[in-house]
């Protein structure tokens, strides 16, 4: 049992943890950089690398090595890495691996076995300088490395591509699938390896029933149980609280998965991920409880389990920079070209099949959580994790900007990265439909040409044809001569103006938009993203009401931006 | 840390848990009892009392009660209580106590200051019999038990109201702010109640002390973290992820309210509740957010810690009918009358009086809290223990059919009540408005009128008035001589129907309504109930797609109903 004082401790961690690692998530975001770096860095700062090298004593009371306090957090990790795969597993989409076939197949085999062998001569040929475990024999630890490299990380691939609006092409499709078939295959191995290692207990089976326990496992998981959740999900949904029964349903099969692959001796999370494959296949799945147990997960469970990975491991003195960069050339070199290789003979343009090897190259959160098991294990040591934390955070914030420069693709700009707090007028003095040109054109931004050209021009143009599109929105527009970057300003009218729109309301809302005189794309795509924002009758009610810039951007981000990712 | 064998374990124990407590909850929820009851009862099954006594070893190994499994359960435990009591304070609505002014607070003093004398002199003049803990003090013990009788069950209540359409009515917010009253005061008592208990530890404060700063912070929470909270809520959703970004701040800030709290020397809850109700006041939390806490908290974390107390204690051996019976009396008796008599001071019609203190008698998961937390600290023995629970759930279920007497008021029943498996036809065969109708009624299990009569009256009064009433609806109805209570039959038309629809949009959807002749006023309901569960497009193009009764119950329970509730 817990005492009084072990929950006041055990609070103050999990709140340190958490608040930390997702103040540093967010901040680490907005650099353009994935979340799981901020969170990882939350677990630096709080564990020996920072904050035990300066107050050993306020983290041996906070984060103690054994007693308690240290069972509850070990508890608590399990859980939410258990969760954290059941997510992972509930994003990986089996239909688009089959739609894609043939090509991902190769492409798969490719991207896996290459880097695989590379892994595995690599660590059977210099095993005392890869970083082995003490415990480790030295094939198993060669198997794992191999494992290691050879991974893709979905979830930061899919981000990738969407941020590059790529997920649905053909391209993206591919890129996907071959991820999907990476995973599966990935944790299929990994999880034989771990369960090749001597654990405290002896192994409850022999290697050989081990391994066919595990195929067995996976093969009645993404079939019989894929095709019983299915048949039972919209009973379930009938018949059960809703939508919380779902909810109770999915944990309750996670948990139980997990401790029959824990039981066969391969580790709980490839259970629970193998679950989530088979939950999250089912169209009768709905948004809501996909949605409410990817983000109670993602913000709550994974930033906990990232900031305590910190806790474990000294990053400045496990850092062995040669290792690093071993790691981090084999990882990349075997990745990308085997992948770009069999994508070219599945007969893609050059430059979309090393955009192939690229996004596949980037390893994620996967990596870091295999990284994790085989360090708790003993199969690595400190060195060799941070070598692969290192090249898993590498490889995936390499992977957008080589994809973007490969396909000379730009990317995606949201229209409010142009709408700043002094071009945003929550209050239109303006009567007419001049007078709000001009009042925006006033607070546009537009360097290096004078406000009043800016203005009459928009009102020309606006003679000609005006810009009201109905539902109350109004877009005036005008390419200009000089001006350096698309601007736009936005107002609400609260009297309403008269901007001719086709249904005869009043617009409320009026966004000037000014191109440059060159740029023939921008005014459209600013257009489309406008008009699409504002197309739910929901949020322009609720953007008619909003008195600050931090208000319009809040309900923007609210309510216009799509579940998930 | 936790060795393979304690991960398979946990993971089993909480799968177990997790399982048969929603699975029961499930089922006595469809007995109109309260799931909280059936959670319970697989915490009983699965415990001491029956799984226990049958099969020790079993129970001994997956619920161990000391070693490294105990401290991973009470952390789990810990943060699941945590948490649940941060929704509770979520729920509780600040401005509805204000809006009800002097009487709730009148009501409320009274229904909180007699039941409070009554077991403060019950357990001060009969204080072995009442189960008192081996190291409580006799006045820290009656203090317990005065507070434990005087509190009343904020969701429990609200629930009841809603299902008796009740919430929204003047009587029903004088109950909700009454409770609210309750609430506070109840948990600001227990909180200082439990600060008395002698702990393992020297007590951080001298009680003086204690007392003071409880009062301090419960004061700063409702006021100035309150302001800061819902000042900085538009802050957060606009520049954080959504909606996962406002999901951690949440959680960060229930965690070290939490510890702080415990810091304080009263209760991790404590803390944990008054920073839901600082939460929760806020208008700029979405609902999305909302409901993503309530969810995961009420069908993963309460069904857990639920579940987990009937682990601690033996129902069987611990029950004593007299102790039972004496707790059951006096909170009934202690809390209905003053209250009621409150009411009718305050100017309430009697019956309406005595349907108030029904309301607010109804202790339900709160009171079980309670006594968990005063047994853990050892206040009370398993005798009180389950003279609580039992006090609990009565008192709980008696509240609704009660409140239903006293007002002679129906329970609100949904259309979908009288929709059966054999009243639902997924493809009309029918091309015609006519043979609609006279699909639907053979199917309508009308009974002891003759089938085709309904049809041709039904058809007779469709011929005056067509009710096609657009967007692809009709509601054909009549009422009918001998018919003993409404039906509803429910096709689905391919094809698309001519039912003279205003906006001239063929039907695809057609209700039956037949209502007896002399029942004049569900005909209404069911239209209104009707048409308003099929206002949402998305709902309207679901149930166009569903091919089995199973199916149309899915669609309507997971997109038609409110969150929450």
């Not at 480790?136 to 990380?153: D, G, K, Q």
């Not at 050209?453 to 539902?471: D, F, L, N, S």
Request: net charge neutral.
């Amino acid at each position: 049992m817990l005492s009084a004082n072990d929950i006041l401790h055990l609070l103050l961690a999990l709140g340190l943890l958490l608040g930390c690692g997702r103040a540093l998530g967010e901040l680490v975001r907005r650099l353009g950089q994935p979340p799981v770096l901020g969170e990882l860095l939350a677990g630096i700062v709080l564990g020996p690398t920072v904050l035990g090298h300066l107050a050993p004593d306020v983290t041996a009371a906070l984060f103690p090595p054994t007693g308690p306090i240290a069972s509850a957090m070990g508890g608590i990790s399990t859980i939410a890495i258990v969760l954290f795969l059941l997510v992972a597993g509930m994003e990986v989409d089996l239909s688009t691996m089959f739609r894609q076939g043939r090509n991902a197949l190769g492409v798969g085999i490719a991207s896996v076995f290459v880097p695989f062998v590379l892994g595995l001569g690599l660590a059977l040929l210099l095993p005392g300088d890869l970083g082995r475990g003490a415990h480790a024999e030295p094939l198993t630890f060669a198997l794992f490395v191999a494992t290691a490299l050879s991974i893709s990380a979905l979830p930061m691939i899919a981000r990738t591509l969407m941020d590059l609006n790529l997920y649905r092409s053909d391209l993206g499709m591919l890129i996907v699938a071959t991820a999907i078939f990476n995973d599966l295959v990935g944790w299929v191995v990994f999880a034989l390896v771990i369960s090749l290692m001597p654990g405290t207990e002896t192994h409850r089976f022999p290697i050989g029933m081990t391994v066919l326990l595990t195929l067995a496992f996976a093969a009645v998981m993404l079939t019989v149980v894929r095709w019983i959740i299915h048949r039972i999900l919209p009973w379930l949904q009938a018949h059960l609280s809703w939508p919380g029964g779902v909810l109770g349903f999915a944990l309750t099969g996670t948990l139980f998965s997990a401790a029959l692959t824990e039981w066969i001796g391969v580790h709980a999370i490839f259970g629970a991920f193998l679950f989530g494959v088979a939950l999250g296949d089912s169209q009768h799945l709905r948004e809501r409880t996909r949605s409410t147990i990817e983000q109670f997960v993602s913000f709550v469970f994974a930033p906990l389990f990232f900031a305590a990975i910190g806790l474990r491991v000294n990053f400045v003195q496990d850092c062995d920079w040669l290792l690093v960069g071993v790691v981090l050339v084999v990882s990349c070199v075997g990745k990308i070209f085997p992948s770009a290789f069999a994508a070219r003979k599945a007969g893609m343009p050059l430059r979309q099949a090393y955009a192939v090897g690229a996004g596949l190259n980037s390893r994620g959160v996967m990596e870091i959580i295999l990284g994790v098991l085989a360090l708790q294990v003993g199969l690595i040591d400190g060195r060799m994790f941070v070598a692969l934390v290192v090249m898993a955070l590498v490889t995936s914030a390499m992977a957008g900007p080589l994809i973007q420069k490969l396909l000379r693709r730009e990317k995606a700009r949201r229209f409010t990265d142009f709408v700043g707090a002094r071009s945003f007028i929550a209050e239109l003095k303006a009567l007419t439909r001049e007078d709000a040109i001009r009042e925006l054109a006033a607070v546009s931004g537009a360097e290096g040409v004078p406000l009043e050209k800016i203005a009459e021009q928009v009102i020309e143009r606006e003679k000609v044809t005006a810009t009201g599109i109905g539902r109350g929105i109004a877009l005036p527009h005008a390419r200009i001569e000089g001006l350096k970057a698309p601007q736009v300003a936005l107002g609400i009218s609260r009297a309403g103006l008269d901007f001719d729109s086709p249904d005869g309301e009043p617009t409320r809302l009026v966004a000037l938009v000014l191109t440059p005189a060159e740029d023939m794309n921008s005014a459209l795509e600013l257009y489309r993203q406008i008009v699409g924002a504002f197309n739910d009758g929901a949020v322009r009610e609720a953007v008619l009401k909003v008195k600050t810039y931090t208000e319009l951007l809040a309900v923007l981000a609210s309510l216009s931006r799509p579940a998930g990712h």
